[in-house]
């Protein structure tokens, strides 16, 4: 992950769950880079939070795991939820299948996994000068 970092150099980025030790090795490797998180599925002793909402570039992103709305089977309550926190966006992970689509002004964003995956995925979401969004899936290349 850290080679993803340091070939994309994000302004922010966002951990969603397990392994949440990797996110504080992320916050010793880039003290000075933002990064939230939330807690996943095998984040046993972890303090981060089930879920987060950040607001970046005047979009509301609503963040979690997945695992607590059951998104292996279905994301409508991890919708839902985001839908209830006014979000532009929903961040969640626990498929480890990257997602990207789009209900009702709602982006839903699965960035899949930067990890030991086959096919290692992460996403960015890019601000545009007229204070637009583009999310998009990256190959790792890890």
């Known amino acids: 992950m850290c080679d993803v970092i340091r070939r994309e150099k994000?302004?922010?980025?966002?951990?969603l769950g397990d392994h949440d030790s990797d996110a504080?090795?992320?916050?010793?490797?880039?003290?000075?880079?933002?990064?939230?998180?939330v807690?996943?599925?095998?984040?046993?002793?972890?303090?981060?939070?089930?879920?987060l909402?950040?607001?970046?570039?005047?979009?509301?992103?609503?963040l979690c795991h997945g695992h607590t709305y059951g998104v292996k089977s279905d994301p409508i309550r991890a919708i839902f939820a985001a839908r209830e926190q006014g979000a532009?966006?929903?961040?969640?992970?626990?498929?480890?299948?990257?997602?990207?689509d789009e209900d009702g002004g709602l982006h839903i964003l699965?960035?899949?996994?930067?990890?030991y995956e086959i096919c290692p995925t992460c996403a960015r979401v890019t601000f545009t000068a007229d204070g637009q969004a583009r999310p998009e899936i990256l190959e790792c290349k890890c």
Do not use: K, Q
């Open 24 to 37: 504080e090795d992320l916050r010793r490797e880039f003290p000075m880079l933002p990064i939230s998180g």
């Open 53 to 62: 909402t950040v607001l970046l570039g005047g979009h509301r992103f609503f």
């Open 10 to 15: 994000p302004d922010y980025v966002f951990h």
């Open 110 to 115: 699965n960035p899949g996994a930067c990890g």
């Open 88 to 100: 532009d966006f929903l961040l969640y992970g626990h498929t480890h299948r990257p997602l990207l």
């Open 39 to 51: 807690r996943g599925n095998c984040d046993w002793h972890s303090d981060a939070p089930l879920t």
